[in-house]
């Protein structure tokens, strides 16, 4: 089967086309591929078919199998892969949340996610500990925990992890660490299903909508996040506007081994 790796500012994603061909089980197929250390390695697996409404649709699973609504940085790299096969000035991906838009920027490697309107949710203590610990639930297509810190590299990344099973999370949750800096926003981010990423898209979206909520950050500015794996743009105004880099890893031909023993050794038995 053959497969692309990209990654959006060390967001790594393995890609698998299926527009012509249809995957059986994409959840355990995903939690294979997913393997960093038998398997191909990544944050997950995006599978792309075909869609009625938008040039492809997009089905993301977490490293874990669980299957994720949509994935910013994800939508970039898909913008990269089908800027190779047609030149165009925008294109439109089916996901689990609605049609998102991928806008091509200048340089070749730099696109742009018009990711819609977010929904603040509420903001809520939480006890941990024998302490409340203060977040904002917001919606960017799929659920974040915002916590404002002083110093995201003193954080316990721990309690990202006991957030995932806090009553209102019943999906489990992605946690954002911000922390306002001169230069923007500096963020790290617990993504459910994978554990600690270099960076998320939507992540650095839920950072910035609730900053510009609390007036820590003006409406309608482009913001720089920094995260681990490298900067991304986000500029609030009615819509999210999610700009960074798409960067092609490799590609190659992935052989499933547990799936050919297992064909093998049904053929055997019988």
């Given at each position: 089967?053959r497969?692309e790796?990209l990654?959006?500012?060390?967001?790594?994603y393995i890609?698998v086309?299926c527009?012509?061909?249809?995957i059986d089980?994409?959840s355990?197929?995903?939690?294979?591929?997913?393997?960093?250390h038998?398997?191909?390695g990544?944050?997950g697996?995006?599978?792309l078919?075909?869609?009625?409404?938008?040039?492809?649709r997009?089905?993301?699973?977490?490293?874990?199998?669980?299957?994720?609504?949509?994935?910013?940085?994800a939508?970039?790299?898909?913008g990269?892969i089908?800027?190779?096969?047609c030149?165009?000035?925008?294109?439109?991906?089916e996901?689990?949340s609605?049609?998102?838009?991928?806008?091509?920027g200048?340089c070749?490697?730099?696109?742009t996610?018009?990711?819609?309107k977010?929904?603040l949710l509420?903001?809520?203590?939480?006890?941990?500990?024998g302490?409340?610990l203060?977040?904002?639930h917001v919606?960017?297509?799929?659920?974040h925990?915002?916590?404002?810190v002083?110093?995201?590299?003193?954080?316990?990344m721990?309690?990202?992890?006991?957030?995932?099973?806090?009553?209102i999370?019943?999906g489990?949750v992605?946690v954002?660490?911000?922390?306002?800096?001169?230069y923007?926003?500096r963020?790290r981010?617990y993504?459910?299903?994978?554990?600690?990423t270099?960076?998320?898209?939507?992540?650095?979206?839920a950072?910035?909508?609730?900053c510009?909520?609390?007036?820590l950050?003006?409406?309608?500015?482009?913001?720089?996040?920094h995260?681990?794996?490298?900067v991304l743009?986000?500029n609030?105004?009615?819509?999210i506007?999610?700009?960074?880099?798409?960067e092609k890893v490799?590609e190659?031909?992935y052989?499933?081994?547990?799936h050919?023993?297992?064909?093998?050794?049904s053929?055997r038995?019988?």
């Amino acid at each position: 089967m053959r497969f692309e790796k990209l990654h959006g500012a060390g967001n790594d994603y393995i890609f698998v086309d299926c527009l012509d061909n249809g995957i059986d089980d994409m959840s355990v197929l995903a939690q294979r591929m997913s393997d960093r250390h038998f398997g191909v390695g990544g944050d997950g697996v995006v599978f792309l078919c075909r869609s009625a409404v938008a040039d492809v649709r997009m089905r993301m699973f977490n490293a874990d199998g669980s299957e994720g609504a949509m994935c910013g940085n994800a939508l970039r790299c898909i913008g990269k892969i089908l800027s190779g096969r047609c030149t165009k000035n925008e294109y439109t991906v089916e996901t689990n949340s609605g049609i998102k838009t991928v806008l091509v920027g200048n340089c070749t490697d730099t696109f742009t996610v018009d990711m819609g309107k977010p929904h603040l949710l509420s903001r809520l203590n939480a006890p941990m500990d024998g302490s409340n610990l203060r977040f904002t639930h917001v919606s960017v297509g799929n659920p974040h925990c915002v916590i404002l810190v002083d110093d995201v590299f003193k954080v316990d990344m721990a309690v990202a992890q006991q957030l995932q099973t806090y009553s209102i999370f019943t999906g489990g949750v992605n946690v954002e660490f911000v922390q306002r800096t001169d230069y923007g926003l500096r963020v790290r981010v617990y993504e459910r299903g994978s554990g600690e990423t270099l960076s998320c898209g939507t992540g650095a979206c839920a950072a910035v909508v609730v900053c510009v909520k609390m007036g820590l950050l003006p409406r309608g500015v482009d913001v720089s996040v920094h995260l681990l794996g490298g900067v991304l743009t986000v500029n609030y105004s009615e819509n999210i506007y999610l700009t960074g880099k798409a960067e092609k890893v490799y590609e190659g031909d992935y052989y499933d081994k547990v799936h050919f023993c297992d064909r093998w050794c049904s053929k055997r038995t019988r």
